[in-house]
C-alpha cells in the first residue's frame, strides 16, 4: 500500500472511533439506568415483602407487649446497629423505651413527648450529633459522635412514640433506606391502635362507667364461671341506705361522689380473687369464690367499719349500707344464690337498715315472698 492510501485508512480509523464513542457513553448511560431500575425494583420488592411480613407478625399480636416483641425482632433485620422504640405512657406526657434490637439500645435520654420528631410529627435524620442542628438528646449522650433517625409512631392519629436508630457520626441512613423503619413505625402505629382501641371498647362494655366496677352483665359472666368450675362461694348483695333520700337533699353531683367512694370502699374491703360489680342503681353485689358464709360476715364487717371512718372525715354525707348474704350451702344453682342474697338484703332494709341479714333455707323454698324484680345496666346516678 502507498503511503497516501495508509494515512487515509488511518484517517478513516479515527473518524469511526470517533463517531462511536457516543454510542458508547449511550450504551454505558443505558446499562446504568436498567441497573438503577433493577436495583429500586429489588428495592421496592424487597421494601413490599417487608411490609407483607410485618403486617403478619402484627396481626398475631394480640397486645402492646406483644407488639412490642415483633418491632424489637425488626429492628434486628432492619440494622446491625442500635435501636429502639420510644412510646408514651397512660398519660401521654412521659416516654418510656418498650423495644431494642439485640446489637444494643441507643439509650435516647429523651423522656417527655417533647421529642422533636414525636412534636414535629415527621423522620428526623441527624448526620452528626457535633452539629447545631443536631437533636439535643444527641449532644447530650458524650462518647464518640454519632448520626441518628428518629422515626415518629402515630397512633390513632396522634404522634405517641419515636423509632430511633443510631450510626457513625456522618453515615446516616440514606433517603432510599429510611423507608423500611417508616413502614414498621407505621404498621406499629397502626396495630397498637387497634388494640388499646379494643380494648378501650372492651372496658366500655364490661364496666359501669361511673364507679369502675364491673357491670352486671359482667357480674353474670362471672357467676357462669363459678358454676363451670365448681366449688362453693359467698354472695353479698348491697344497697346504700336512703339513697333517694341524700339524692335529694345533696344533690346528684353528690350522689355520684357518694356511689365513686363506695365503690372505692368495696375494693377496699374485698380479697384478691373477689368480684365486685355494681348491679343497678344503688346497689352493688361482691362474689367471693372459695368462701362460705363466714367470709361474707367479715367483708360486712369490714364493710361497715370502712364507711363509719369515712363517715368520719367529713367530706361527704355520712352514708351506711344494708346487706344480704347467701352462701352456696343453701342450693346447687349459682344464679339462685344472688336471689336469695338478694332477698336477705330485702329483710335487712324491712328491718331498719344499716344491717346485714342471712339467707336461709324458707327463702330458698320460696316460702320468703317474690323477688325484686330484674334492674338494668344504669350509666350514672339514680334515684331508688
Given at each position: 500500500?502507498?503511503?497516501?492510501?495508509?494515512?487515509?485508512?488511518?484517517?478513516?480509523?479515527?473518524?469511526?472511533?470517533?463517531?462511536?464513542?457516543?454510542?458508547?457513553?449511550?450504551?454505558?448511560?443505558?446499562?446504568?439506568?436498567?441497573?438503577?431500575?433493577?436495583?429500586?425494583?429489588?428495592?421496592?420488592?424487597?421494601?413490599?415483602?417487608?411490609?407483607?411480613?410485618?403486617?403478619?407478625?402484627?396481626?398475631?399480636?394480640?397486645?402492646?407487649?406483644?407488639?412490642?416483641?415483633?418491632?424489637?425482632?425488626?429492628?434486628?433485620?432492619?440494622t446491625?446497629?442500635?435501636?429502639?422504640?420510644?412510646?408514651?405512657?397512660?398519660?401521654?406526657?412521659?416516654?418510656?423505651?418498650?423495644?431494642?434490637?439485640?446489637?444494643?439500645?441507643?439509650?435516647?435520654?429523651?423522656?417527655?413527648?417533647?421529642?422533636?420528631?414525636?412534636?414535629?410529627?415527621?423522620?428526623?435524620?441527624?448526620?452528626?450529633?457535633?452539629?447545631?442542628?443536631a437533636?439535643?438528646?444527641?449532644?447530650?449522650?458524650?462518647?464518640?459522635?454519632?448520626?441518628a433517625?428518629?422515626?415518629?409512631?402515630t397512633?390513632?392519629?396522634?404522634?405517641?412514640?419515636?423509632?430511633?436508630?443510631?450510626?457513625?457520626?456522618?453515615?446516616?441512613?440514606?433517603?432510599?433506606?429510611?423507608?423500611?423503619?417508616?413502614?414498621?413505625?407505621?404498621?406499629?402505629?397502626?396495630?397498637?391502635?387497634?388494640?388499646?382501641a379494643?380494648?378501650?371498647?372492651?372496658?366500655?362494655?364490661?364496666?359501669?362507667?361511673?364507679?369502675?366496677?364491673?357491670?352486671?352483665?359482667?357480674?353474670?359472666?362471672?357467676?357462669?364461671?363459678?358454676?363451670?368450675?365448681?366449688?362453693?362461694?359467698?354472695?353479698?348483695?348491697?344497697?346504700?341506705?336512703?339513697?333517694?333520700?341524700?339524692?335529694?337533699?345533696?344533690?346528684?353531683?353528690?350522689?355520684?361522689?357518694?356511689?365513686?367512694?363506695?365503690?372505692?370502699?368495696?375494693?377496699?374491703?374485698?380479697?384478691e380473687?373477689?368480684?365486685?360489680?355494681?348491679?343497678?342503681?344503688?346497689?352493688f353485689?361482691?362474689?367471693?369464690?372459695?368462701?362460705?358464709?363466714?367470709?361474707?360476715?367479715?367483708?360486712?364487717?369490714?364493710?361497715?367499719?370502712?364507711?363509719?371512718?369515712?363517715?368520719?372525715?367529713?367530706?361527704?354525707?355520712?352514708?351506711?349500707?344494708?346487706g344480704?348474704?347467701?352462701?352456696?350451702?343453701?342450693?346447687?344453682?349459682?344464679?339462685?344464690?344472688?336471689?336469695?342474697?338478694?332477698?336477705?338484703?330485702?329483710?335487712?332494709?324491712?328491718?331498719?337498715?344499716?344491717?346485714?341479714?342471712?339467707?336461709?333455707?324458707?327463702?330458698?323454698?320460696?316460702?320468703?315472698?317474690?323477688?325484686?324484680?330484674?334492674?338494668?345496666?344504669?350509666?350514672?346516678?339514680?334515684?331508688?
Amino acid at each position: 500500500t502507498t503511503p497516501h492510501v495508509c494515512r487515509r485508512q488511518r484517517q478513516m480509523c479515527i473518524r469511526d472511533r470517533a463517531s462511536a464513542i457516543p454510542i458508547r457513553r449511550a450504551l454505558i448511560a443505558q446499562r446504568a439506568a436498567i441497573d438503577d431500575n433493577e436495583s429500586a425494583l429489588r428495592a421496592q420488592s424487597s421494601h413490599h415483602h417487608l411490609v407483607s411480613r410485618l403486617q403478619a407478625a402484627f396481626d398475631m399480636a394480640e397486645g402492646d407487649g406483644e407488639a412490642s416483641r415483633v418491632v424489637s425482632k425488626a429492628l434486628d433485620e432492619l440494622t446491625d446497629r442500635p435501636g429502639e422504640m420510644l412510646l408514651a405512657d397512660s398519660s401521654r406526657a412521659h416516654l418510656r423505651q418498650v423495644a431494642a434490637a439485640a446489637s444494643g439500645s441507643p439509650g435516647c435520654g429523651v423522656t417527655t413527648c417533647g421529642c422533636p420528631a414525636v412534636r414535629r410529627s415527621r423522620t428526623l435524620v441527624f448526620e452528626d450529633s457535633t452539629r447545631l442542628d443536631a437533636c439535643p438528646r444527641l449532644c447530650d449522650r458524650g462518647g464518640d459522635p454519632i448520626s441518628a433517625a428518629c422515626v415518629p409512631v402515630t397512633i390513632l392519629g396522634t404522634p405517641m412514640g419515636v423509632i430511633h436508630v443510631t450510626v457513625e457520626a456522618k453515615s446516616p441512613p440514606p433517603k432510599e433506606e429510611i423507608g423500611d423503619p417508616e413502614a414498621l413505625a407505621e404498621q406499629t402505629g397502626s396495630r397498637i391502635g387497634v388494640i388499646r382501641a379494643m380494648a378501650s371498647s372492651q372496658l366500655q362494655a364490661t364496666t359501669d362507667p361511673l364507679t369502675g366496677l364491673l357491670n352486671r352483665r359482667s357480674l353474670e359472666a362471672e357467676l357462669d364461671g363459678i358454676r363451670e368450675v365448681g366449688g362453693e362461694f359467698a354472695v353479698v348483695f348491697l344497697d346504700l341506705d336512703h339513697f333517694k333520700d341524700l339524692n335529694d337533699t345533696f344533690g346528684h353531683d353528690t350522689g355520684d361522689r357518694v356511689l365513686r367512694s363506695f365503690a372505692a370502699a368495696l375494693r377496699r374491703c374485698s380479697r384478691e380473687g373477689d368480684t365486685v360489680a355494681r348491679y343497678g342503681g344503688e346497689e352493688f353485689v361482691v362474689l367471693l369464690p372459695e368462701a362460705s358464709m363466714s367470709a361474707a360476715v367479715a367483708f360486712y364487717e369490714r364493710l361497715k367499719a370502712d364507711l363509719e371512718s369515712a363517715s368520719e372525715r367529713g367530706d361527704l354525707p355520712a352514708h351506711t349500707a344494708s346487706g344480704g348474704l347467701a352462701d352456696s350451702s343453701l342450693t346447687e344453682e349459682v344464679r339462685e344464690v344472688v336471689r336469695l342474697a338478694d332477698l336477705a338484703l330485702y329483710r335487712a332494709e324491712q328491718e331498719g337498715r344499716n344491717t346485714v341479714r342471712f339467707a336461709s333455707y324458707d327463702m330458698a323454698t320460696g316460702d320468703a315472698g317474690d323477688p325484686a324484680p330484674a334492674l338494668g345496666f344504669p350509666a350514672g346516678n339514680q334515684d331508688a
